[in-house]
């Protein structure tokens, strides 16, 4: 996967998890203690890769029993799902505040310009190391473990389809877009703004920023060239809400 292992450290001494009366962890120590192992986990994955990866080396790396992490995980693909959904989460994050932002925007921004804002983000994260070998890890996992490939559609791709869905609602209600179907334009867009670059990157051969940035504002200009509809409909939109 062309991911290279990296020297760890000695483990330090496991440290004690402090547990209530009943001899089980707190609460607020066990969410410490899932939290950590999370981190360390997905560090291990993306310095060593999914294969040389193992249970026992995140438990001691975490300073925690083995028994703990194969009770709260069961087995690595649990962990690696664990570990993939908070990161899809972690991409997602800055979708979603884009997309928020521009729907409290002015409505006389120009949509093209907001929806390069939501653009840049998205390369921003989707593009970055971490997702890119997540995404790769994530692929060569898919064949064996559908389940996996499963997660990356419903809480990555479904999700992200959906918070620009929800955004194109609005840019139809304002009469700035006209489509019929926010979903499919959702996919179309997600695809031919970010979708190369992304598949590019995980292939090895990602492109310059300022390239990437050409490639975007060229693939949204071919997006709203068949969204925007007639141009005398998008200039006349504020005059037919102004009607109603």
């Given at each position: ?47 060593r890769g999914f294969d040389a990866t193992s249970l026992d ?141 992304h598949r590019m990157a995980t292939f090895g051969t990602a ?20 969204a925007l509809g007639r141009a005398d409909r998008v200039q ?9």
């Amino acid at each position: 996967m062309g991911l290279t292992a990296t020297r760890t450290k000695p483990a330090a001494p496991r440290r004690e998890v402090p547990k209530s009366r009943g001899g089980r962890p707190t609460k607020t120590a066990a969410i410490e203690r899932d939290q950590r192992l999370i981190e360390v986990a997905t560090r291990l994955f993306l310095d060593r890769g999914f294969d040389a990866t193992s249970l026992d080396a995140v438990a001691e790396a975490a300073r925690v029993s083995k028994p703990t992490v194969y009770s709260r995980y069961g087995d690595k693909r649990g962990l690696f799902a664990a570990v993939l959904r908070r990161e899809i989460e972690r991409w997602l994050a800055p979708l979603s505040a884009a997309a928020e932002t521009q729907l409290s925007s002015a409505s006389n921004i120009p949509v093209e310009q907001r929806l390069v804002e939501i653009g840049r983000e998205m390369l921003t994260f989707t593009c970055g190391p971490d997702a890119v070998a997540f995404s790769r890890m994530m692929t060569a996992q898919a064949i064996n473990f559908p389940d996996v490939a499963k997660l990356g559609k419903e809480e990555g791709w479904l999700k992200a389809v959906a918070t620009t869905a929800r955004f194109f609602d609005h840019l139809v209600a304002q009469g700035a877009l006209d489509v019929e179907d926010t979903t499919i334009a959702a996919e179309v867009f997600l695809d031919v703004v970010v979708g190369h670059t992304h598949r590019m990157a995980t292939f090895g051969t990602a492109l310059e920023p300022k390239a990437a940035e050409k490639r975007m504002r060229a693939a949204i200009k071919l997006f709203l060239a068949g969204a925007l509809g007639r141009a005398d409909r998008v200039q006349d939109a504020p005059k037919r809400r102004s009607s109603r």
